[in-house]
């Protein structure tokens, strides 16, 4: 385990213990927060490790996505989600110990603002841009669709977003790629979340499952007037190519909350 790792778990495990006690309670926020189409900009880091990488299974990779989330007002009672997934990867591999930054996943989804029984969806374009680092990059560029449904009753939220993107043009890497992600998330009345979800991705072109499990702990809190949320969790890679990362993954989020007010 790398001194950066083990720095990174010590430090969400640290602001864990001092943000229960200390902050004021938010399970609205935490619920919307567990919608991927909710009417909220959030502004999640998302760290992420991964183990046994490689043909000899000893290496290591760490990742720090930047996903901002931002509604826009379409009027009529309609809006347009963006989603944006900015990677920074740090390669602890053999013969490769090297960072930079990964291709940009970009979302869009049309919303209507209110619910209909608790039922919440979007449907939209999806794109995969060619904007990483010499090594971190497919050099391709691909688009296609995604969408989301949920529903929410109480403390609950259960949905599931999908995707799918193709490669356009005359990119080196053939892209047929599918993303699922079914999700559960429990709001307690303290604004503390557990959430369990999957995001599994299926390759086409090389037949080839990816199938992580996840499951975080997350709590809503306010640092001086800045709400935000922070959590952490453990994950299990089910599947995955051969020299892909296997078994226990470790996830942390930080997530900056910007309530309409």
């Not at 999640?44 to 183990?51: E, I, L, R």
Request: hydrophobic content about 40%.
């Amino acid at each position: 385990m790398t001194p950066v790792f083990r720095s990174t778990c010590a430090a969400a495990l640290a602001c864990l213990g001092l943000a229960a006690p200390a902050f004021a309670q938010d399970t609205d926020l935490a619920k919307q927060l567990a919608n991927p189409v909710a009417d909220l900009v959030s502004v999640p880091f998302q760290f992420n490790w991964n183990q046994n990488i490689g043909p000899n299974d000893d290496g290591e990779r760490m990742t720090l996505n930047v996903q901002p989330v931002i509604p826009f007002d379409l009027g009529n009672g309609w809006n347009l989600i963006s989603r944006t997934i900015v990677p920074l990867v740090f390669n602890d591999l053999p013969g490769n110990d090297d960072t930079g930054l990964g291709d940009i996943t970009q979302s869009f989804f049309f919303s209507p603002k209110n619910s209909t029984n608790g039922l919440t969806w979007g449907v939209g374009p999806a794109f995969l841009l060619p904007t990483g680092s010499d090594g971190f990059s497919a050099d391709t560029f691909a688009a296609g669709l995604t969408g989301v449904v949920l529903r929410q009753s109480g403390p609950w939220t259960v949905g599931g977003l999908a995707s799918h993107v193709w490669r356009v043009g005359d990119g080196p890497v053939d892209i047929n790629q599918t993303f699922l992600q079914p999700f559960t998330s429990y709001a307690f009345d303290n604004g503390v979340s557990m959430t369990l979800n999957t995001e599994t991705t299926y390759d086409w072109t090389n037949d080839q499952w990816t199938v992580p499990i996840n499951a975080v702990v997350a709590k809503v809190f306010t640092m001086g007037n800045q709400p935000m949320s922070i959590g952490g969790g453990i994950g299990y890679i089910a599947e995955g190519p051969d020299s892909g990362a296997e078994g226990v993954t470790f996830r942390a989020v930080l997530t900056l909350i910007f309530p309409k007010s």
